[in-house]
């Protein structure tokens, strides 16, 4: 099968809690959509001001000002409230960076990649440096003398902990750049002393440390090795995945969540590690197959996303129809950033379950990646210089070939995970279906943005991880898997059910709805390829499929598309359909007078795609070749598909010309092969 593989980009492992894609760019739709644009600029002004009393209390303002409301957020920003509570972290009070650092960290979480971008950019480590060591000082003497400090006084040192750790995971994120300063400051063996002091600490702390450290360590080749070099870090990982201690206590519900949290993180961290190398405890522990898969399956079968968007509407409600605890933006008795009520609480309490469940997917799609690392180099005795590839042009006269290649792009398989991966499919689908707040309205905002966020993102989550076991199934396609066409069935019509539920209107801010379709398609690829020719394609689906391969500008989700296409047109009573798609694909092709404008990709895998539906002369849907004139399309395109194979880079796509390289000899001989036929 082939497939289309790239470098992974910087990716968000918390996508934005509060996104603001649904109003228009600019400030002016922000203030005209914000109800609290009055309260901005008192705001920034007493960021400013002399008293620290009032300094410490626009920091608060800040917090509860951006709550669920992107509008006021950008507002902010753009008013440089991120420059002025970055000054505050230097602020002579330490009350006032306390709070600093507390609304740094929800603008954080809430705004995503610019502000990290932006706090980046205005020099927020460095500040941020020096509070390192002097948490470690107090953590070590609060560890070794726990009378030392009130009670008070240490919740407020764990709280602005967390905040630091918080906002340094997600600059981590943010870019290479900022990763690589980080990376300086030397965080393992801070962020390991929380997670090794996690009995004596409060579960909020440690769990921050580790999603941190969980980050650092996501193909971070510095921390991974720093990790590895310590064999008690790994041992500390594996005693907190194999802890079977249960929470206890009044808020014992709160905490097992907690604590199952910090398992999925450890379990996160030994995946983003391993190998580990002797003498570590965990240096003969198949992670995947031994930590992941018997630790995360459960996880993310555990929690109903129809129960979960019900439970969001109900406490939602019942919110809007509590009083306010205080006046928010009154100086009259300062405000607290973390007053929440009840119901507040238990809405918090649930989003946190559900980004469990989304680190469970996240990790299980690392386990079940089995692709093989792209080729990054010329090979010992290949050639290092573009070939003349009109020497290797064989003409369309020439004799017919026996051995003629097909597409056969090999895969590896990892055979510590295969034989696990089902389980999991069930599940899976169940998460991939849409709920009720799973999207915000077109254009609008969601009834509670972070419930949303997290519910998409878990749509996501699950949609990639069945991409991946899907791909590693058809890569080990058995005869038996084969034969078990109504499973086939059941998993497409599961897929199929979802994206119908997701539908083709997407509207400003629902750009996750465009996100699933894309890596949707890619499992229907990997699922038409395991049950090739037992799938009856649906007039509906192949429309959609041909409007997604249309209209996308990605090369890699129009080859999805065509290589989905191509399952379904191999079925062999579908005549009907195999004629729409064979004609989508044959306008793929170039002409004798024009180029293909597809790109190079798709098109070769639509040549791929033709060859291997029409390999089989005595199939029903074969009438559509002859009486179509196929071969006579095929012929115009020869001298196209020879340019745009000749135009790859072999230096910067080497992967791509020797396949581009293959298709090409391989159209050639089809052509003489059906020739040949004679019908």
Known sequence: MGKSQKKRSMRRHNPMRVPDSHLPKGLESAASSSPKNEAVLPIIQKLESPDAAERKWACVAVSNLIQNDPSTRRLLQGKNVVGALIMRLSDSEEEVWIEAAGALRNLCIDGGYDICAEMYNKNILAPLTTFVPKISSALSQFLESPKTAPENAQQVVYEFTE?????????????????????????????????????????????????????????????????????AYSTCLLEIVRDEDAARGKDQEVIGDRLTMLKVLATGILSNVSPLPPPSAASGVDVSKEIVLPLLQPVVASVSLIESSALAENLVAKLALEPPQMEPFSLKGTPKSDHRSDTEIELERLENKLRTVQLALEILTGACATLPDPISGPQEGELDAEEDDEDNDVDVGEDVTDDMALDDVSMTNSATTTSHLPALVEPLITLIQPVKLSFPPAAGQSLHPPTTSVLSAIHVSAFECLNNIFLSLSASRTAELAAASASGKQVWDGVGAALGS?????????????????????????????????????????????????????????????????????HPQSIDANRVI??????????????????????????????????????PYDINFRQGNFVQHLVDSVDGVRKAVRAIDRRKERDLKLRGEEMRDNLVAFIKYRKALRF
Request: aromatic residues 6%; negative net charge.
């Open 163 to 231: 905040n630091v750790n918080t906002i340094l995971w997600c600059l981590s994120e943010t870019s290479n750049k900022a990763l690589n300063a980080i990376n300086q400051i030397n965080l393992v063996p801070f962020l390991m002393s929380f997670l090794a002091a996690r009995a004596k600490l409060p579960i909020v702390a440690v769990t921050a440390a580790a999603q941190c450290l969980y980050v650092l360590t996501d193909d971070n080749l510095p921390a991974i090795d720093e990790v590895r070099s310590n064999a």
């Open 502 to 570: 997701v539908g083709t209107d997407i509207a400003r801010g629902q750009e996750r709805k465009q996100e699933m379709w894309e890596i949707g398609v890619g499992v229907l690829w990997g699922v038409g390829n395991i049950w090739k020719g037992s799938l009856v394609p649906n007039e509906e689906q192949v429309q959609l499929l041909i409007q997604l391969c249309n209209s996308s500008s990605d090369p890699g989700v129009r080859v999805k598309c065509i290589g989905t296409l191509e399952c379904l047109a191999q």
């Open 582 to 619: 064979a004609m989508h694909l044959l306008s793929i092709l170039p002409t004798s007078t024009a180029p293909s404008t597809y790109g190079t990709e798709p098109l070769i895998q639509a040549l791929s795609a033709l060859i291997d539906i029409y390999s089989d002369e005595n199939l």
